[in-house]
């Protein structure tokens, strides 16, 4: 069988242009060529923004590219991939449906006999390990549940390919090592149409967990630097030294990209800068750590003494670099003179520093100008905002971590019932 021939979809020479509203191109993806093969599970690993839900899209035929060919089975990909299902981080599911209900909806929409939506969805809930729960509604089940949801409604149309774009982001640490389990049961069973799974992921043991091959992506625009393929026997040991040996090579190049040696050229001015998923609290025990050694240590060391994935480790750095206090040479963090005044003043202090730091930043900056105006902007205008100038980026996270640091910084207050965002009062 020929290379092309064990290609169930492949992308030829992509590139991808979103266009902000000023009419200028943002150029997201630049010359990709990717295929995925028949009977494998193949995962993209790299930096924020460099492209890895967009490729994903791409081929699932919701994005059509600005440059370059699409193809399924060898032939031009037009509209919807129709031997793809994705499963969401958000979970995606209609709170007024049950269980059985928000499973059947893609089945009844694709006008199949209700003796086949019967049975489809039967067979998907028992699947995942819904059984017993068909007439529950999302309110009444766990985040482990939701998904599993998102994953029968996904695997009830039978897919060839299962698109899985962070999927165990929301939750916790066990549910995802379950589901993902549950997913390598699912794909390596022989009673399914499924051939392969292609997935978007942060977590890097995770990656080299499941995954056949491993595409590395750069940065800025979206780029392939490397593929590696994963022949770790299965089931894979985490504890051996072959799977360490293989997180720590995927550590080095995730480390190398998200935290350069050399700073970036500027932005222009009216770039707004990604906000990393960091928790204030988060990033103020990063500094806090950081004081305890001496000032700096490098980030594998950090991530190795505080058990946070090393994805969600980065973007936590990420986070308190964008604010200036700390600074990343080397593989290092350091914590900058200015994060140590922020850990050694007092609470009024720390808030006042942590507003300057943020009023740095182009999207505080646009939403102070919008609300002096106006007296007040809603959650949909930051949204709407966000769409139109970071494209690629998950609007409703970007949305949060917005409104805890503008609380903390005693900048913004946000009104959950009427979705107003509103001047905080301080001196």
């Given at each position: 069988?020929?290379?092309?021939?064990?290609?169930?979809?492949?992308?030829?020479?992509?590139?991808?242009?979103?266009?902000?509203?000023?009419?200028?191109?943002?150029?997201?993806?630049?010359?990709?060529?990717?295929?995925?093969?028949?009977?494998?599970?193949?995962?993209?690993?790299?930096?924020?923004?460099?492209?890895?839900?967009?490729?994903?899209?791409?081929?699932?035929?919701?994005?059509?590219?600005?440059?370059?060919?699409?193809?399924?089975?060898?032939?031009?990909?037009?509209?919807?991939?129709?031997?793809?299902?994705?499963?969401?981080?958000?979970?995606?599911?209609?709170?007024?449906?049950?269980?059985?209900?928000?499973?059947?909806?893609?089945?009844?929409?694709?006008?199949?006999?209700?003796?086949?939506?019967?049975?489809?969805?039967?067979?998907?809930?028992k699947l995942v390990g819904l059984r017993g729960f068909e007439d529950a509604y999302p309110r009444e089940l766990?985040?482990?549940?939701?998904?599993?949801?998102?994953?029968?409604?996904?695997?009830?149309?039978?897919?060839?390919?299962?698109?899985?774009?962070?999927?165990?982001?929301?939750?916790?640490?066990?549910?995802?090592?379950?589901?993902?389990?549950?997913?390598?049961?699912?794909?390596?069973?022989?009673?399914?149409?499924?051939?392969?799974?292609?997935?978007?992921?942060?977590?890097?043991?995770?990656?080299?967990?499941?995954?056949?091959?491993?595409?590395?992506?750069?940065?800025?625009?979206?780029?392939?630097?490397?593929?590696?393929?994963?022949?770790?026997?299965?089931?894979?040991?985490?504890?051996?030294?072959?799977?360490?040996?293989?997180?720590?090579?995927?550590?080095?190049?995730?480390?190398?990209h998200e935290m350069p040696d050399e700073p970036a050229a500027a932005e222009p001015s009216t770039a707004l800068?990604?906000?990393?998923?960091?928790?204030?609290?988060?990033?103020?025990?990063?500094?806090?750590?950081?004081?305890?050694?001496?000032?700096?240590?490098?980030?594998?060391?950090?991530?190795?003494?505080?058990?946070?994935?090393?994805?969600?480790?980065?973007?936590?750095?990420?986070?308190?670099?964008?604010?200036?206090?700390?600074?990343?040479?080397?593989?290092?963090?350091?914590?900058?003179?200015?994060?140590?005044?922020?850990?050694?003043?007092?609470?009024?202090?720390?808030?006042?520093?942590?507003?300057?730091?943020?009023?740095?930043?182009?999207?505080?900056q646009m939403a102070r100008d919008a609300i002096a105006q106006e007296g007040s902007i809603d959650r949909e205008?930051?949204?709407?905002?966000?769409?139109?100038?970071?494209?690629?980026?998950?609007?409703?996270?970007?949305?949060?971590?917005?409104?805890?640091?503008?609380?903390?910084?005693?900048?913004?207050?946000?009104?959950?019932?009427?979705?107003?965002?509103?001047?905080?009062?301080?001196?």
């Amino acid at each position: 069988m020929s290379n092309a021939a064990a290609n169930l979809c492949e992308i030829q020479n992509v590139s991808h242009d979103f266009v902000l509203p000023s009419g200028k191109p943002l150029h997201v993806l630049d010359d990709v060529t990717l295929a995925i093969r028949q009977n494998e599970i193949i995962a993209f690993l790299g930096p924020s923004g460099c492209g890895k839900s967009t490729i994903m899209r791409i081929m699932a035929g919701l994005i059509r590219p600005t440059r370059g060919d699409v193809r399924y089975h060898g032939e031009p990909l037009t509209g919807l991939n129709p031997g793809v299902a994705i499963v969401f981080q958000s979970f995606a599911l209609y709170p007024w449906m049950t269980v059985v209900q928000n499973i059947q909806l893609p089945l009844r929409a694709a006008d199949l006999p209700p003796a086949d939506i019967s049975q489809r969805s039967e067979a998907a809930i028992k699947l995942v390990g819904l059984r017993g729960f068909e007439d529950a509604y999302p309110r009444e089940l766990s985040g482990g549940m939701k998904q599993r949801v998102g994953m029968a409604r996904a695997l009830s149309i039978e897919p060839e390919i299962l698109m899985l774009d962070e999927p165990f982001s929301q939750v916790d640490a066990l549910t995802a090592e379950s589901l993902r389990a549950e997913v390598i049961d699912i794909w390596s069973g022989k009673q399914r149409r499924l051939s392969s799974v292609a997935m978007v992921s942060h977590d890097i043991s995770e990656v080299a967990f499941m995954a056949d091959r491993i595409v590395l992506l750069s940065a800025n625009p979206g780029r392939i630097h490397k593929i590696i393929e994963n022949h770790l026997p299965r089931p894979r040991n985490y504890r051996s030294p072959e799977f360490t040996k293989l997180v720590d090579q995927l550590h080095e190049f995730i480390t190398g990209h998200e935290m350069p040696d050399e700073p970036a050229a500027a932005e222009p001015s009216t770039a707004l800068e990604p906000l990393p998923e960091a928790a204030v609290g988060e990033i103020i025990g990063l500094l806090e750590y950081l004081l305890s050694r001496g000032g700096r240590e490098e980030i594998s060391r950090i991530a190795a003494d505080t058990h946070y994935e090393f994805g969600r480790l980065l973007g936590i750095v990420e986070a308190a670099e964008l604010l200036n206090l700390v600074d990343t040479p080397k593989r290092m963090v350091v914590l900058d003179a200015l994060g140590h005044r922020f850990l050694q003043s007092p609470a009024e202090e720390r808030r006042a520093i942590w507003r300057e730091q943020l009023l740095k930043l182009r999207l505080f900056q646009m939403a102070r100008d919008a609300i002096a105006q106006e007296g007040s902007i809603d959650r949909e205008f930051l949204l709407e905002t966000l769409v139109m100038h970071m494209p690629q980026e998950n609007y409703d996270k970007v949305f949060d971590t917005f409104i805890r640091w503008s609380r903390f910084g005693n900048l913004f207050t946000y009104n959950e019932k009427t979705e107003q965002i509103l001047p905080a009062e301080h001196e």
